[in-house]
């Protein structure tokens, strides 16, 4: 049973446009989601996080959104370039005692030029 | 600079032959973690240390141990690997002097094939 689920294997956005890459959890526990990105041959590398206290966490052209009631978060980038062409993990935790995370299958983005 | 090292980046092993998958950190972080990932699929978490504690998940399968002879390595064995543990395997670690939860930093895998 899926607990953190990215719906979209794939998206594919201009140069310059917004790319929204949505993921759902269904673990109620979790209080910290984080997204990481992904290049072919390359592990995962860290992009951005937010705890359940916010709604929001901006950096540079990287913004995530959290809808607690909902489940929901998202991951907005504006504007969209040809290097943010990847694979983006979202991924959630719960911070109480536990250094675990579990992670969704992954969203393959691709910006065309 | 600091990294997560995995070698070998490439794995070829026979049905049934045991493998050992390392891993190396420089990074000096206390908590180290093994995920499989397979083709299309989310990266599984096989195991992790906290410091020199080994935590198991439930669902992983006997055929896979793990050591953590210092801070800086730990190895993966799978005793007798079957065609289906032929996956992507990632090593990541994280600190726990920060926030409880912090990120965590992957090395880039090493691919195993299974023949």
């Known amino acids: 049973d899926q607990q953190v689920k990215q719906n979209s294997p794939s998206l594919s956005v201009q140069e310059g446009r917004i790319s929204i890459l949505n993921c759902d959890y269904t673990?109620?526990?979790?209080?910290?989601f984080l997204w990481y990105k992904k290049y072919p041959a390359e592990g995962p590398t860290f992009l951005i996080s937010?705890?359940?206290?916010?709604d929001k966490n901006e950096d540079g052209r990287f913004t995530v959104f959290l809808n607690k009631s909902a489940k929901h978060l998202s991951l907005h980038i504006v504007p969209s370039q040809p290097g943010d062409s990847a694979v983006y993990f979202c991924?959630?935790?719960?911070?109480?005692?536990?250094?675990?995370?579990?992670f969704g299958k992954g969203t393959k983005l691709s910006v065309i030029p | 600079d600091a990294m997560v090292i995995q070698n070998p980046r490439y794995q070829v092993t026979q049905f049934g032959k045991p493998v050992t998958l390392s891993c190396s950190q420089t990074?000096?972080?206390?908590?180290m973690y093994w995920y499989q990932q397979k083709s299309s699929q989310a990266p599984k978490l096989l195991f992790h240390?906290?410091?020199?504690?080994?935590?198991n998940e439930a669902d992983t399968p006997d055929n896979f141990q793990s050591r953590r002879p210092n801070t800086s390595f730990c190895f993966l064995d799978i005793r007798s690997p079957g065609l289906g543990d032929a996956a992507m395997y990632l090593c990541?670690?994280?600190?726990?002097?920060?926030?409880?939860?912090?990120?965590?930093?992957f090395g880039p895998g090493t691919r195993l094939t299974v023949l």
């Open positions: 990541a670690t994280s600190s726990t002097s920060g926030e409880v939860l912090d990120e965590q930093f």
């Open positions: 673990n109620s526990m979790f209080d910290y």
């Open positions: 937010i705890s359940s206290i916010k």
């Open positions: 991924a959630a935790g719960s911070g109480a005692g536990s250094y675990q995370l579990t």
């Open positions: 990074l000096n972080h206390n908590v």
């Open positions: 240390y906290y410091d020199k504690d080994f935590n």
